[in-house]
């Protein structure tokens, strides 16, 4: 008599852990974000703004979204799309799972917005993303020419 007692209780249990770990991202392994972030750079700014430019791949099972960007060069970073060949801030923009986000000249980037001071070519920006899921990256960004095109990367 007790050994159904014991099984229906161990069937039970592994029930209740089996519900743990979902797919909101906060269980290891599958449903979370696996973020780097490669091809980075900033050309040299000529006003008091800049365009910084970089591409966030994930690995993991789980989307994940860039809500925001901070950086001590400016008084403010804000998160731009470009739509129909217009620029406009959002709020966030999506990362897909086991895609990219890319960020680059003449689409979606990051808009530095009253420049503390004008970072110079050979210069490195510390830059700050932040996201819907995972944790805060920082990024190191090189100044490159203000007419500088990647080869490759984006």
């Known amino acids: 008599m007790r050994r159904p007692?014991?099984?229906?209780?161990?069937?039970?249990?592994?029930?209740?852990?089996?519900?743990?770990?979902?797919?909101?991202?906060?269980?290891?392994?599958?449903?979370t974000a696996d973020l780097s972030v490669g091809s980075a750079y900033m050309p040299q700014p000529v006003s008091d703004m800049a365009a910084g430019f970089l591409t966030i791949t994930n690995d993991g099972d789980?989307?994940?979204?860039?809500?925001?960007?901070?950086?001590?060069?400016?008084?403010?970073?804000?998160?731009?799309?470009?739509v129909d060949g217009a620029m406009q801030?959002?709020?966030?923009?999506?990362?897909?799972?086991h895609g990219s986000l890319v960020l680059e000249s003449g689409?979606?980037?990051?808009?530095?917005?009253?420049?503390?001071?004008?970072?110079k070519q050979g210069q490195s920006v510390s830059v700050q993303l932040r996201f819907e899921r995972s944790d805060p990256v920082m990024v190191e960004i090189p100044v490159k020419p203000a007419t500088y095109t990647p080869k490759t990367g984006h």
Do not use: Y
Not at 107 to 119: A, I, S
């Open 5 to 31: 007692a014991a099984v229906a209780l161990a069937v039970a249990g592994a029930l209740v852990l089996a519900g743990c770990g979902g797919s909101d991202g906060s269980g290891s392994g599958d449903g």
């Open 62 to 82: 789980a989307p994940d979204r860039l809500t925001s960007v901070s950086s001590d060069v400016a008084g403010q970073v804000t998160v731009h799309e470009t």
């Open 89 to 97: 801030e959002v709020e966030a923009l999506d990362i897909p799972a």
């Open 107 to 119: 689409g979606n980037h990051l808009m530095f917005e009253q420049l503390k001071k004008k970072p």
